[in-house]
Every structure is written in structure tokens, then in C-alpha cells.
């Protein structure tokens, strides 16, 4: 029905960069509110970034204020994560989710599709 694929990951060195990418399909994404999560290994699943189905409200984790930003373009169906200054504490599996509805959320249960996944690694 709604699939979302993620792009982007790799292996970065502390300080760096990436940007990554997340695809949806689907006729209604215009209306939809986006999300960001990670989960490191042996960790849970974590909150990183959300934003509404305009791209005019945004929410960051504190542990990422400042270096990642949000964005998405309708147009193109797609949701971006650029992320900045890289920390090794980064290190996870990042996951695009979308929510059927237009307001931001943090929790992860309240959002209905998810994508598959793409790998962040950040050396030391």
C-alpha cells in the first residue's frame, strides 16, 4: 500500500556528513506527517526528527539540535535527513515512518508505515 525506502547511509569519520533519503510511494504523502528514528545496537529505538505535511513545522531530539535538519519535497514523493558534524554516538540504523495524518509526533507507535532501514556508522 505504502512503501518507504531509505538511501544514503555509509561510513562516515566524526565531523562529517550525510544526507539521507527516503522515498515513499503512494498518492496521499502530501498529506502525511514524516519522521526520523534510529536504533544502535543493543539500544532502543529511538526519536531523531519529525516534520508536518507542508515542511512548515519541524522537531528535533536534543541530541541532534543543531546538526540535522529535516525536509521533504512533495513533489518528489520524498523526505531528506541532512545530517551535520557527525559524532560517533550517531552510529545506528536510521528509519524513515510516515503518519497518516498531518500533525508532527514523536512516538514511534503512532506512526503507520516504516521503511527498512539504511546504516549510519560514524568512526572515531
Known amino acids: 500500500q505504502v512503501q518507504l525506502v531509505e538511501s544514503g547511509g555509509g561510513l562516515v569519520q566524526a565531523g562529517g556528513s550525510l544526507t539521507l533519503s527516503c522515498a515513499a510511494s503512494?498518492?496521499?504523502?502530501?498529506?502525511?506527517?514524516m519522521g526520523w528514528f534510529r536504533q544502535a545496537p543493543g539500544k532502543e529505538r529511538e526519536f531523531v526528527s519529525t516534520?508536518?505535511?507542508?515542511?512548515?513545522?519541524?522537531y528535533y531530539a536534543d541530541s541532534v539540535k543543531g546538526r540535522f535538519t529535516i525536509s521533504r519535497d512533495n513533489a518528489k514523493n520524498t523526505v531528506y535527513l541532512q545530517m551535520n558534524n557527525l559524532k560517533p554516538e550517531d552510529t545506528a540504523v536510521y528509519y524513515c515512518?510516515?503518519?497518516?495524518?498531518?500533525?508532527?509526533?514523536?512516538?514511534?507507535?503512532?506512526?503507520?508505515?516504516w521503511g527498512q532501514g539504511t546504516q549510519v556508522t560514524v568512526s572515531s
Open positions: 515512518a510516515a503518519k497518516t495524518t498531518p500533525r508532527t509526533t514523536v512516538l514511534a507507535y503512532q506512526y503507520n508505515y
Open positions: 503512494g498518492r496521499t504523502f502530501s498529506s502525511y506527517a
Open positions: 516534520i508536518d505535511w507542508a515542511g512548515g513545522i519541524t
